[in-house]
């Protein structure tokens, strides 16, 4: 059974920086697509960053490049998310989501296995 867990959300100041780290089971890293997604109240769900299983690419959305960066540790089976610099509109549910095979993308409706979330709030 695939399970993912999500830990490290909190209240940061606009600015700060936060760790959020998935850990997953029942499945190996390898053969997934594996990734963040955020929705905000009111908001739909959308991508934050994925990484493309057995090709070494990974995915940013637009708002995080260059502050976000997602990372793994495949013997642990569990994902990170490192967020620097963060604003007030990154407040969100941040999930952790996996597919198996080859994903090119990191739309939510591919992915078949989510987290319970973890809320990040950015205050001003």
């Known amino acids: 059974e695939v399970q993912l867990v999500e830990s490290g959300g909190g209240l940061v100041q606009a600015g700060g920086s936060l760790r959020l780290s998935c850990a997953a089971s029942g499945f190996t890293f390898d053969d997934y697509a594996i990734g963040w997604f955020r929705q905000a109240p009111g908001k739909e769900r959308e991508g934050v960053s994925c990484?493309?299983?057995?090709?070494?690419?990974?995915y940013y959305a637009d708002s995080v490049k260059g502050r976000f960066t997602i990372s793994s540790d495949n013997a642990e089976k569990t994902l990170y998310l490192q967020m620097n610099s963060l604003k007030p509109e990154d407040t969100a549910v941040y999930y952790c989501?996996?597919?198996?095979?080859?994903?090119?993308?990191?739309?939510?409706?591919?992915?078949?296995?989510w987290g319970q979330g973890t809320q990040v709030t950015v205050s001003s």
């Open positions: 990484s493309v299983s057995g090709h070494g690419t990974t």
């Open positions: 989501a996996a597919v198996g095979g080859s994903v090119y993308g990191c739309y939510p409706p591919w992915y078949d296995y």
